[in-house]
């Protein structure tokens, strides 16, 4: 498109159809077709109705007269020819000799036989058969010939009238004999344009005619303002004797044919786009509304508005449509909440780190300080020999609580990390109790502690990561022994029902404040064995920290609440991940 076609279509706005709507697209198309229809029509029906339709009537009549003159073999057969091709196609027929001059006869009569009697009938077109009974009226002239003034033939049910008589004689009685004329000549020669055509014919075309060959034929046409003439000459030899059938036919001029048809083609196109008009209305107005529909949903979803559904659809296209459009606002909406949870947990996730050094800022200062004291201490000499050593060994128990911080901090971080990477495999939950508990005998021992495991008498394999879990089992264990007072029950087992594989563990002789259990697994959050926050100090601080951790990248559900006696830590496994996740994971 030129500069200067989008100059005018800026400045002519509504000539332009990509700004026009659907409706106003299809109703401009339609309009188009039958504008561009109707005048194809007309052009196609002036340069070629015409001669096609004249051409068509000659191919029909040609054909006509090949098959009528195949019964030719002698010229008995000339008016039997003649009538046949008059009465069954209108055509008007003239036997000429080989000089194209009308073949003359000696009696041009039709004559039937009734009894005794013969009746003249003179230049008519009669259709009697041998054997067809008749009332005849007649009247006899002077030399003894009967003529009829009016035939009843009660064979075929047709009656003749010739003439009227003062006076006339009665025969009844059927057809005995027939002698009909050779030829209709004299029924035809007194058709002046058959006969001016004819002699236009001889005059023009003379030489033409009379070379053809046997059974071959010339034709011309001859179309004035109101009809049209066809004319056949056909040339058939019977013995030594040439003739020439000359045929003439009278048609409706092309032109009144179109202008009948123009007339009716325009009342019926004024019918038919009235029609086109209300149907088109209808359909545009079905298939603009969805669209419509759509578009305001898609407006609604560029403004993150998910809360309306497109429910018009009309047809398979806008069912489609609209069902792309409403999985493309549900989809939208499921991916924009995906990303404000994940937002909210990256949130969550800075705010707990921001936590998390500010708490181990505070922890770490507790350690220091006490480090620094005592070692400051034994520089000035304040301890004798026997102190000086338990405050070292004080010493060192601090730096190494600090270290496990650390440690236990760096394995938070390291999780949080891009490089981290989970290894999953299958292995028997039960087993790996079992195993991580005999590495806790001399503790338990230490702490006067009964350990009991009970028996396993399920299928306990899990699909995971079998380092994450036995942090996990490995950090409750550690929790359970330091908050069981001395003397006490851990019991261990690992149970199922219908849906989960469930790891449990009850340290008994101690609970845990209610307002306090949804805060035992927050970093550096601890409770003394009396259920006071902050009163005892062994461990890191971070190990139920890490448990929640662990547990949530696996959406594992767990939970600690306050028994009989005791606490009771419990994990729930989804049995159905066993097979699900170890599909996704080879896969």
Not at 21 to 29: G, M, R
Request: hydrophobic fraction near 40%; proline fraction near 1%.
């Amino acid at each position: 498109m030129n500069t200067r076609t989008k100059r005018f279509l800026r400045r002519f706005r509504f000539l332009n159809p990509t700004l026009w709507s659907i409706t106003t697209q299809l109703f401009c198309i339609i309009g188009i077709l039958f504008v561009v229809f109707f005048l194809l029509q007309i052009i196609i029906a002036n340069i070629l109705f015409s001669n096609y339709f004249i051409q068509r009537q000659v191919l029909n009549y040609r054909n006509a007269v090949n098959d009528e003159i195949q019964r030719v073999e002698s010229t008995a057969d000339f008016f039997d020819y003649s009538f046949n091709l008059y009465m069954n196609k209108k055509i008007s027929s003239i036997i000429l000799d080989s000089n194209l001059e009308m073949y003359r006869l000696e009696s041009n009569s039709y004559v039937i036989t009734v009894g005794n009697r013969e009746f003249i009938l003179v230049n008519g077109l009669y259709m009697f058969d041998l054997g067809d009974l008749l009332e005849i009226h007649y009247v006899t002239d002077t030399r003894g010939n009967h003529y009829p003034a009016f035939i009843n033939d009660l064979t075929s049910g047709i009656q003749y009238r010739f003439f009227e008589a003062e006076f006339y004689y009665f025969k009844s009685g059927s057809i005995s004999a027939i002698n009909k004329p050779t030829t209709l000549n004299s029924h035809f020669k007194t058709d002046i344009t058959a006969l001016s055509a004819l002699q236009r014919l001889k005059t023009e075309n003379f030489t033409q005619i009379t070379a053809l060959a046997n059974h071959a034929s010339f034709t011309d046409a001859i179309t004035s303002e109101n009809q049209s003439e066809i004319f056949i000459i056909t040339r058939i030899d019977i013995g030594e004797e040439t003739y020439f059938l000359f045929h003439f036919v009278t048609i409706l001029a092309t032109a009144d044919i179109l202008q009948t048809l123009f007339l009716y083609n325009t009342y019926i196109f004024i019918l038919i786009a009235f029609i086109v008009f209300i149907v088109s209305f209808y359909l545009m107005k079905i298939i603009s509304q969805p669209i419509l529909q759509i578009s305001e949903i898609a407006t609604q979803i560029s403004n993150l508005e998910f809360t309306s559904i497109a429910t018009k659809k009309t047809n398979k296209e806008t069912r489609i449509l609209t069902k792309s459009i409403n999985k493309l606002s549900t989809n939208l909406e499921k991916n924009i909440q995906i990303l404000r949870d994940k937002n909210q947990k990256i949130e969550a996730e800075n705010l707990l780190k921001k936590d998390l050094v500010a708490s181990l800022s505070h922890e770490m200062k507790t350690p220091l300080f006490i480090i620094e004291a005592t070692i400051s201490a034994i520089l000035d000499g304040v301890f004798n020999e026997e102190d000086y050593n338990k405050e070292l060994e004080n010493t060192l128990a601090e730096i190494k609580k600090t270290s496990i911080m650390i440690e236990e901090t760096i394995k938070i971080y390291e999780r949080e990390t891009e490089d981290f990477k989970l290894e999953y495999q299958v292995f028997d939950l039960y087993d790996l109790t079992n195993e991580i508990l005999d590495s806790f005998v001399n503790i338990f021992k230490t702490n006067n502690l009964k350990v009991i495991l009970h028996e396993k008498n399920i299928n306990s394999m899990m699909f995971c990561d079998i380092k994450q879990i036995a942090t996990v089992i490995r950090n409750v264990i550690l929790n359970a022994t330091k908050y069981t007072p001395s003397g006490n029950i851990i019991e261990l087992s690992v149970k199922e029902n219908s849906i989960n594989l469930i790891f449990e563990i009850i340290n008994y002789g101690v609970q845990i404040p209610t307002n306090e259990l949804t805060n035992i697994f927050e970093p550096f959050y601890r409770i003394d064995k009396s259920g006071q926050k902050g009163t005892k100090t062994e461990g890191s601080g971070l190990g139920l920290f890490i448990v929640k951790q662990i547990l949530n990248s696996f959406d594992i559900r767990f939970r600690m609440d306050n028994i009989k006696n005791g606490v009771r830590f419990r994990f729930y496994y989804n049995k159905e991940s066993l097979k699900r996740d170890e599909v996704n994971k080879n896969s």
